[in-house]
């Protein structure tokens, strides 16, 4: 069973930057098929971006396409998250999460495994 520790998020303003972390413990991130969601204030949660265990193939939201990259350091047990040109409704607490299965997937049920979140908030 792993364990899921985010941190990075903040207050930026829009056009702005930053990088979100998931440190893993317990078992090797490279185990498990990984992945970002995010809530929005008074919304559901949404799935941001994924990188699968196989062949490290990612996937991401239309939403930040372009913008977001998902990352992992097997050699840190460490995701990563780079959001660059941030906007105001990128506003979320973003969490990320784990599945034992080998393909992406954008579906939250599908991942057994989940952090506490962080706070990401773009100002206008």
């Known amino acids: 069973q792993v364990q899921l520790v985010e941190s990075g998020g903040g207050l930026v303003q829009s056009g702005g930057s930053l990088r979100l972390s998931c440190a893993a413990s317990?078992?090797?991130?490279?185990?498990?098929?990984m992945g970002w969601f995010r809530q929005p204030p008074g919304k559901g949660r949404e799935f941001v971006a994924a990188i699968s265990r196989s062949d490290s193939s990612t996937n991401y939201a239309d939403s930040v396409k372009g913008r977001f990259t998902i990352s992992r350091d097997n050699a840190k047990n460490t995701l990563y998250l780079q959001m660059n040109s941030l906007k105001p409704e990128d506003t979320a607490v973003y969490s990320c999460?784990?599945?034992?299965?080998?393909?992406?997937?954008?579906?939250?049920?599908?991942?057994?495994?989940w952090g506490q979140g962080t706070q990401v908030t773009v100002s206008s």
């Open positions: 317990g078992r090797a991130v490279s185990s498990y098929t």
């Open positions: 999460a784990a599945r034992e299965g080998g393909i992406t997937s954008a579906t939250p049920f599908m991942y057994e495994y």
